[in-house]
């Protein structure tokens, strides 16, 4: 089965701000808007956009400046697993 990228997530720190940007300026439909999470429908056959308020990280914690979530493979792998019926 080959892989699919179904959803990008990107954590800003403006949410209002990022909301209208993508909405507005670039014209992406939104989705879902529930509070500190808004997700676009990119047309058909395309990935859905999910931008999520983050927080600045804790000192102890890394992330990627971009604030991009990459999730442990093993979770990945089960979320395909759910969605595939195994």
């Given at each position: 089965?080959?892989?699919?990228?179904?959803?990008?997530?990107?954590?800003?720190?403006?949410?209002?701000?990022?909301?209208?940007?993508?909405?507005?300026?670039?014209?992406?439909?939104?989705?879902?808007?529930?509070?500190?999470?808004?997700?676009?429908?990119?047309?058909?056959?395309?990935?859905?956009?999910a931008l999520?308020?983050?927080?600045?990280?804790?000192?102890?914690?890394?992330?990627?400046?971009?604030?991009?979530?990459?999730?442990?493979?093993?979770?990945?792998?089960?979320?395909?697993?759910?969605?595939?019926?195994?």
């Open positions: 089965m080959p892989l699919q990228v179904t959803a990008i997530m990107i954590g800003v720190e403006d949410l209002a701000r990022s909301k209208k940007f993508y909405g507005e300026r670039l014209g992406c439909t939104i989705d879902q808007d529930p509070p500190n999470f808004v997700s676009f429908d990119l047309g058909d056959g395309s990935s859905s956009l999520y308020e983050r927080r600045a990280p804790r000192p102890s914690v890394g992330r990627a400046k971009a604030g991009l979530v990459i999730m442990p493979f093993t979770v990945a792998e089960k979320r395909l697993q759910i969605l595939n019926g195994v």
